[in-house]
C-alpha cells in the first residue's frame, strides 16, 4: 500500500465506490441466474473487495486467499472494457477522461489485490 499515495488511493475509492453504485443499480435491472446478473455480483463482489483493500488496516482475516484470486478476473474484466472503449474517444474528451480514471483505477486496485495474495504465501 505504501507504493500509492494517499491522493491515488483516494482517487481509487471514489471511482471503485461509484462503480459499486453503478453496478448495483444495473443488477436489479437483470434477473436472478442470468449471466449478466451473474456477472455484476462477480464484479460488485471484486470491487468490495478492492474497498476494504484500501480501506481497511486489518484486512488479513477478511478475505479469504480464494476470494482474492476470484476477484482479479472482474478487475481484469473491468480494465479490458475500459480500454476498449477508451480507444473510441478522442483524448481530452470526458468520455475518454472517465475510461482512464477506471482504468488506473482498476489497475490500482489489481495490484493491491495482486499484493495481499502474495502475502499470503
Known amino acids: 500500500m505504501d507504493k500509492y499515495t494517499r491522493e491515488e488511493l483516494a482517487e481509487t475509492l471514489q471511482v ?3 462503480t ?6 444495473m443488477q436489479i435491472k437483470f434477473d436472478e441466474g442470468t449471466s449478466q446478473h451473474t456477472l455484476l455480483k ?17 484486512v488479513m482475516n477478511k478475505h479469504a486467499k480464494e476470494e482474492l484470486i476470484d476477484a482479479l478476473r ?8 475500459c480500454e476498449k472503449a477508451q480507444l473510441k474517444f478522442a483524448e481530452g474528451t470526458s468520455q475518454y477522461t472517465r475510461c482512464k480514471n477506471i482504468i488506473n483505477a482498476m489497475y490500482i486496485s489489481k495490484s493491491l489485490i495482486t499484493d495481499e495474495i502474495s502475502k499470503r504465501g
Open 16 to 18: 471503485v465506490s461509484s
Open 20 to 25: 459499486i453504485s453503478k453496478c448495483e443499480t
Open 42 to 58: 462477480n464484479r460488485i463482489k471484486a470491487l468490495y473487495i478492492s474497498k476494504s483493500l484500501i480501506t481497511d488496516k486489518n
Open 74 to 81: 472482474p478487475i481484469s474484466s473491468v480494465i479490458s472494457k
